[in-house]
């Protein structure tokens, strides 16, 4: 499966932004999909996956109760709604991929990626 993600931009703390990933393909059902950020100088990290049929979710402690995953499996689109955005929320966002049913956690269980898109948030 190929990913696009897009939707990255500059916003003001306590703004929000939405992102979107594209799948290509015809079995993104089968698909565990995530969201990870990666900051200037620091490691890639978790923000958020979701079940292949979306009824099921996972959030890094830092974003919870501000960003929101869904997934629109009929489009092959997964999209983060980040609200109540911080400037430590700055990064590049890239939208990720695994067969299976394991909501993982960790970038390297995960075998497709998009090419990211870059959040900035302004104090």
């Known amino acids: 499966v190929q990913l696009q993600a897009s939707g990255g931009g500059l916003v003001q703390a306590g703004g929000s932004l939405r992102l979107s990933c594209a799948a290509s393909?015809?079995?993104?059902?089968?698909?565990?999909m995530g969201w990870f950020r990666q900051a200037p100088g620091k490691e890639r990290e978790f923000v958020a996956a979701i079940g292949r049929l979306g009824g099921v979710t996972s959030y890094a402690d830092s974003v919870k109760g501000r960003f929101t995953i869904s997934r629109d499996n009929a489009k092959n689109t997964v999209n983060l709604q980040m609200n109540s955005l911080k400037p430590e929320d700055t990064a590049v966002y890239y939208c990720?991929?695994?067969?299976?049913?394991?909501?993982?956690?960790?970038?390297?269980?995960?075998?497709?990626w998009g090419q990211g898109t870059l959040v900035t948030v302004s104090s």
């Open positions: 990720a991929g695994v067969l299976g049913s394991v909501l993982y956690v960790v970038p390297n269980k995960y075998i497709y």
């Open positions: 393909g015809r079995t993104f059902n089968n698909y565990i």
